[in-house]
C-alpha cells in the first residue's frame, strides 16, 4: 500500500526558512518522479516543484524558482521541499505527490501523479 507521509510544516514569519519531508513507502521510490503542490484556502491546488525519477531534473513554479529547492534521498526513500525567503502567499496545505507512472521526468500536472499524502500546513506571517 503505497504511503506518503509529510512532515516539517509551521508558523513562521516572513523571510524565514522551512524544511518538508515526505517519508514514502509502500514502492519502489527511486523508479519514480515526485513532486510537491500546496492549496491554499479558497484556492485550487497547484504544482510548487517536482524532481525525477533519477534525480537529475527539477521543475519549479515561476512563484517559488529561486527560493524553494526539491530533493530526493531515495536510500531513506524520502522527498524534501528547502523553502527560504518564505512569503505570506506561500500559506497552504503543502502535499507531497507520486507520479502515477514509472520512469518518468517531466512532470507538473496534477494529473500525472497517481498517489498523495494528507498534507502538511505552511503558515507565513507578514
Known amino acids: 500500500q503505497v504511503r506518503l507521509v509529510e512532515s516539517g510544516g509551521g508558523l513562521v514569519q516572513a523571510g524565514d526558512s522551512l524544511r518538508l519531508s515526505c517519508a514514502a513507502s509502500g514502492f519502489t521510490l527511486s523508479n519514480y518522479a515526485m513532486g510537491w503542490f500546496r492549496q491554499a484556502p479558497g484556492k485550487e491546488r497547484e504544482f510548487v516543484a517536482s524532481?525525477?525519477?533519477?534525480?537529475?531534473?527539477?521543475y519549479y513554479a515561476d512563484a517559488v524558482k529561486g527560493r524553494f529547492t526539491i530533493s530526493r534521498d531515495n536510500a531513506k526513500s524520502s522527498v524534501f521541499l528547502q523553502m527560504n525567503i518564505l512569503k505570506p502567499e506561500d500559506t497552504a496545505l503543502y502535499y507531497c505527490a507520486a507520479a502515477a507512472s514509472v520512469y518518468t521526468t517531466v512532470v507538473h500536472t496534477i494529473s500525472q501523479f497517481g498517489s498523495w499524502g494528507q498534507g502538511t500546513q505552511v503558515t507565513v506571517s507578514s
Open positions: 524532481i525525477s525519477w533519477g534525480g537529475g531534473s527539477t
